[in-house]
């Protein structure tokens, strides 16, 4: 086993990426979105937003892909040119008892009184 890591995310990141989000999407409204994007959708996100701003991944001792960063623009006119919004999502922010088991990636029983 080694250690942590965090590095910049690869196009084959997209199914743990989509896997991570799918909950917080479904499950909370913090996202804004209504449905869960795909893994290709997710592929897609990934390049575009690799093309322009940092997109990282930590990645836990196994290798697997735990959580997730990225930066994007906030709105396209030009003199938000520098303004930049954040995201931030990992399978140990949340409470071992909010993941589900066995199923190997994060899928959380978030209620109410859950923090992510």
Same mark, same amino acid.
């Given at each position: 086993?080694?250690? #942590?890591?965090?590095?910049? =995310?690869?196009?084959?990141? +997209?199914? @743990?990426?989509?896997?991570?989000? $799918? *909950? ?34 930590? #990645?836990?001792?196994?290798? =697997?892909?735990?959580?997730? +960063?990225? @930066?994007?623009?906030?709105?396209? $006119? *030009? ?38």
């Amino acid at each position: 086993m080694r250690d #942590e890591a965090i590095r910049s =995310a690869w196009q084959d990141d +997209a199914a @743990a990426i989509a896997g991570i989000f $799918a *909950p917080i999407v479904r499950d909370t409204t913090i996202s804004f979105e209504w449905e869960p994007p795909s893994v290709e959708e997710m592929r897609a996100r990934i390049e575009t937003t690799l093309a322009m701003h940092a997109w990282l991944v930590s #990645e836990d001792g196994a290798g =697997a892909v735990d959580g997730y +960063a990225h @930066a994007s623009r906030h709105r396209d $006119a *030009p003199s938000y040119q520098w303004l930049l919004e954040h995201i931030l999502a990992c399978c140990s922010c949340l409470p071992k008892s909010k993941l589900s088991p066995g199923n190997g990636d994060c899928h959380a029983e978030l209620g109410q009184s859950a923090t992510v």
